[in-house]
């Protein structure tokens, strides 16, 4: 029964934290709204999937080939914050902190799951690291085990460079994942960055 | 900055009990999605938005004339239940203790909010019970105060035509709301219901 509303249901309870009963309570809503919203909210879930793709410098998410941080002439180009996704960036600009750039890894190392540094953006670290007058790297990848590899392991390759290569404070509490952070513990985090 | 990954998340933050960080979860979570099933999601909203309608019959929702309920002939037509919303046939279909028709007033009566009986589906109940052999109406709406009432108008502008007029019992924890019912506890009330 209800057939239109039955694939509405289904398919909003493909989303995390959606069960039946929250997928039924929104889809009565959406059929609710007035149509305008509604369309901008399957237009915007279109637009996602059809524009998005990752920065070519940092690999943060973009509908262009250089990111809105990358392309911000205002910034600190002598920083790089070095996050294991695109979602970091956007909790780590909401403290304004940092005017900075950014790094996105796209993961985390865990050789058990076959994620080598190959598999991560590493090498476009180095070379960015390299090429471009960086002067600190801030690592802000998770403060648990696969992070805290990636964070020793970033450090090492760069020691060569000469950079300077900081890690966020553990003001995080451990085995916590960033994405959940508050905005005040984060901050905190980012001001007591020690060297590695 | 993320441009469009913001708009998305603004979007998905309309949606009852989707805050800012429920909201960007499911949005980073569409961007990683296949593009098929995010695609299905938008689809499934605009197809809603766009053929949804009122049953000319019940005013269920539908995407044709008359809704699956109505047009399925094995079921049993003496027998109406009366809901507010269309979303409540859906939570007593599942109970599965009645393969009858249903009738949706839109509402409930509260002359505070100006909800008269002419804004709802009243008449249209009054005319199909007439006209169409109903032997017995179940009246289903929330057991709160506005349903209450609704329930007892119904109740008296059905007592000429001789119908027998029965409410669903109160299983229900008073003031509480049908649509988060659980189905043993609405089954229950439903074969407990009793004359008015």
Redesign the interface.
């Known amino acids: 029964?209800?057939?239109?509303?039955e694939?509405?249901i289904?398919?909003?309870t493909?989303?995390?934290?959606i069960g039946r009963?929250?997928a039924?309570?929104?889809?009565?809503?959406?059929?609710s709204?007035p149509?305008s919203?509604?369309?901008?909210?399957?237009?915007?879930?279109?637009?996602?999937?059809q524009?998005?793709r990752f920065c070519s410098q940092c690999f943060?998410?973009?509908?262009s080939d250089l990111?809105?941080?990358c392309s911000d002439d205002s910034r600190d180009r002598h920083r790089i914050v070095v996050v294991e996704?695109?979602?970091n960036?956007?909790v780590i600009?909401r403290t304004k902190a940092f005017r900075c750039l950014y790094h996105v890894l796209l993961g985390a190392l865990s050789p058990i799951d076959g994620i080598t540094p190959e598999k991560l953006k590493i090498n476009e670290l180095v070379d960015r690291v390299k090429n471009n007058g960086v002067q600190e790297v801030v690592i802000a990848t998770n403060p648990n085990t696969k992070g805290e590899i990636t964070a020793q392991y970033i450090k090492e390759v760069l020691h060569p460079l000469g950079v300077k290569v900081t890690r966020i404070a553990y003001g995080l509490p451990m085995g916590s994942d960033i994405?959940?952070a508050d905005e005040v513990t984060l901050s905190k985090a980012l001001e007591g960055r020690r060297e590695l």
């Open positions: 029964m209800h057939g239109i509303i694939s509405l289904t398919e909003l493909r989303l995390p934290g009963k929250s039924q309570r929104l889809a009565f809503f959406i059929l709204m149509e919203e509604a369309m901008s909210i399957a237009e915007a879930i279109r637009k996602v999937k524009t998005a943060n998410i973009t509908d990111c809105e941080v996704e695109p979602s960036i956007l600009e994405e959940f």
